[in-house]
């Protein structure tokens, strides 16, 4: 590929689940740039190389064939892309610390810090920061810091365009995004260097859509979005308690509910709970920034957005034990889905690692079916061999179980024949439909006892 040909040199560094995506739409939106993928892990940019990319996302080899080899390349040459760039997109990973101050909840920004200084290190020439990752508000001022006490006389603009796409939809999110959201200090240099990033999207993006803000409102933003969006599911997963004590259907009020236009319909299906790697550590970190600045009521206001999530998974497990008659040890259980939500193979804080974790320590026997999470349900439960099978085929999963659950919304999970898995299974059989997908009045006619969320069970017990 002939660099001079460009009008822009993108670098993204951190291939991840939003590094990648978003680059590959980017690049095949503007075929004008040449946009460069870099990441220190060199099996997964191998990976990108390939057709078998690192991660599942439906439509997303489409997309990479449009740019790669045109104008899209994936890279572990850090150092070399680094000096080449105008616009450096970081989307590398800022996990929960799980050490010293601010342990389980305020962001790890080491990676973030160690990137920044490679920034510098590597860089003869002005050019504009992006942060992709989701950082604590205010992270921006310490990039400045360290980027801009240089003795190059170079000057590094730092923006904040925070990422919303939802992975299983990151395609269909980063073409037609609600909007995209561009902060920026609002010094004159500041307000040219977002204008450039605004000009980039603004490719593909409705220009109505594309929102500019101060940087700050920026990085905050993205963790309320976040926030907001969890708050909906605890909100009603909190609900769902209530409803299996009154024979009240959570499906019923969540469709009474949201047909409310200020309320809205989406978010608010009850489920064994959320999963994937944004909402518990954004909202943690979220109530480590509140708590820094004193405000312990909004801080227990949010935590408790979590703690229901961990009730609901717990929840969900007691509702097994106590239906299967107070004891699972030795008992067959299939776990139907790994993944934290479907159409994706990632399993990062999937409600299905704590349930597989109860199960084992009542000793139960526990086999794990998903069309795309087994490799990441086998690294997550590393170590573990004893009473844990891993299973491709659901109907084998099934067989003898004592108790199926209903863990990811696979659409093939809808499809099974249940007539056939009930009769492999031994009796008195239990089907616990985490995601209130599966038609509970026809499970319970085959001769199922059914466990929705949020709704009575139908069982054969007087
Ligand atoms: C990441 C952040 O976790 C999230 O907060 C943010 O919103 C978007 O970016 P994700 O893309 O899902 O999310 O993370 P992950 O799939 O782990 O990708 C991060 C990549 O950065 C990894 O491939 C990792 O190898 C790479 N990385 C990390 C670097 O290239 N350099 C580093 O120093 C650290
Ligand atoms: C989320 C945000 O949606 C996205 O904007 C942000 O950029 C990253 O975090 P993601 O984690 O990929 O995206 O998936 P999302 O669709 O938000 O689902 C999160 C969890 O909530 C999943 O476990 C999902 O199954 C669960 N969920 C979602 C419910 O339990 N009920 C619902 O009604 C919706």
Redesign the pocket.
Known sequence: MEAQKFEKHILC???????GPTMAMIAAKCPQYLVTV????SE?IKAWQTDELPIYEPGLLDVVKIARGRNLVFSTNVEENINKADIIFV?????TKTFGEGAGKSADLQ?WE??ARDILKFSDSDKIIVE???LPVRTASAMERILNTNQKGIHFEVISNP?FLAEGTAVADLKSPDRVLIGSRETESGIKARNEVVDVYANWVPRERIITSNIWSSELSKLVANAFLAQRISSINSISALCEQTEADVSEVANAVGQDTRIGNKFLNASVGFGG??FKKDILNLVYICESYGLKEVASYWESVVRINEYQEHRFVQTMMRALFNTIANKRIALLGFAFKANTGDTRESPAIYITQQLLEEQAHVVITDPQALNNARHDLEGITKNLEFETDPYKAAENAHAIAIITEWELYKKLDYKKIFETMTKPAFIFDGRNILDHQKLYEIGFNVYPIGKAAKTHFK
């Open positions: 560094i951190g291939a991840g689940y939003v590094g870099v990441d220190i892990n997964k989307s590398v990973n800022t996990p990676y160690k990137t992709k990752s989701t990422e790697s944004c």
